[in-house]
């Protein structure tokens, strides 16, 4: 377990180093992919593991404050008492974009500089962070939900503006889009006409949308069926010129492949040639036993997971905490004394 003086002291500076390095000519300045593993920007391997703050994929379309709780230093703090190294933020395409009748007082350039600022808070707390495209709408209908896969109409002006946003944020990764349901690898990967006559946005669009920008941070695509079915992912996968991908994975225990053997035939040979990022774990009921069968196999496999989620939603959220302060659920308790007994706290 790393003290929280030592790691107080490291993530002064590493943001430093982050600040510094954000111009120099290494290639890959932070966290990056090499071959089927993440590693930080000395090159040693890191693997994600921490929980997710939701919270902005909704607040903001409700006409909230856009992060909907605490997220202060005190409040990242309780974060990192549980010796997490990541964040990922769930976000919504029309209060980051500011259309389709979203609360002016709330998106755009506020809910952008919110984003902004709480990346950074995490980023000085030494954490890594992973921003995902989790709600949107097609068309002008609201972003009040999420649909089976990105739209064309807005997710590849969303991906284009935050990857600009965060071009020189060398300890983020960019997650395509949130659950992708519904459809078959073909529309994933290429995009397809919906059942409601609107277009889908393919993960290669997205994957272009980011690289346009020049911005070269690790891009995680999810696969089908609500990101739980990576058995076709190698198939179908985009390019990447920059060779930056990683597959999302979301594992609970009412999804599909929640068996070990399913972890062994889909997921490991994926595992074996690119990163994998469990971008949500969770269980929805206040035990964890799941979950911790789902830990044990991971650790083994060198897969990274985040838990869901860092909110008090109870039990049945599923959640992790009961209280801001961060007092754990079941699942909060067996993914905390996990996190401090492995030694892998990669700061930034």
């Known amino acids: 377990m790393i003290r929280t003086a030592r790691a107080s002291l490291t993530a002064v500076v590493a943001l430093a180093a982050i600040v510094a390095c954000a111009g120099c000519d290494n290639r890959y300045p932070g966290l990056h992919v090499a071959d089927d ?173 980011v690289r346009s920008t020049g911005a070269v941070q690790p891009i995680i695509a999810a696969g089908i069926r609500w990101g739980t079915d990576l058995s076709s992912w190698l198939r179908y996968r985009p390019r990447d010129p920059r060779e930056q991908l990683a597959a999302g994975l979301h594992i609970f225990d009412f999804s599909y492949c929640t068996s070990t053997s399913c972890w062994t035939t889909t997921v490991a040979p994926v595992a074996r040639q690119v990163p994998v990022v469990a971008t949500e774990l969770g269980q929805r009921d206040c035990a964890a036993a799941f979950m911790n069968r789902f830990m044990n196999w991971a650790d083994a496999a060198g897969v990274s997971y985040l838990g869901w989620s860092w909110n008090p939603f109870g039990c049945g959220g599923p959640a992790l905490i009961e209280s801001w302060n961060g007092r754990p659920t079941g699942p909060g308790k067996q993914l905390r004394a996990r996190l401090l007994r492995l030694d892998e706290r990669k700061l930034l």
């Open 37 to 209: 593993q993440l590693v930080d920007r000395h090159g040693e391997p890191v693997r994600l593991l921490g929980v997710n703050r939701s919270g902005a994929e909704y607040a903001c379309v409700q006409g909230h404050e856009p992060l909907a709780g605490p997220s202060g230093p005190r409040a990242i703090a309780a974060m990192t008492a549980w010796n997490v190294n990541a964040v990922r933020v769930p976000l919504n395409e029309h209060c980051w974009l500011g259309i389709n009748g979203s609360p002016a007082g709330y998106s755009k350039a506020r809910y952008r500089a919110a984003i902004k600022r709480y990346v950074a808070r995490l980023h000085k707390a030494g954490l890594y962070v992973v921003l995902d495209l989790h709600w949107n709408a097609p068309g002008s209908q609201r972003a009040d939900g999420q649909r089976p896969m990105a739209d064309l109409d807005h997710a590849p002006a969303f991906w284009s503006s935050v990857a600009r946003t965060f071009k020189h944020d060398h300890a983020v990764a960019f997650d395509l889009y949130n659950e992708p349901h519904d459809i078959s690898w073909k529309c994933w990967r290429e995009g397809c006409v919906m059942p409601g006559g609107w277009r889908s946005a393919g993960m290669q669009t997205l994957v272009r949308a």
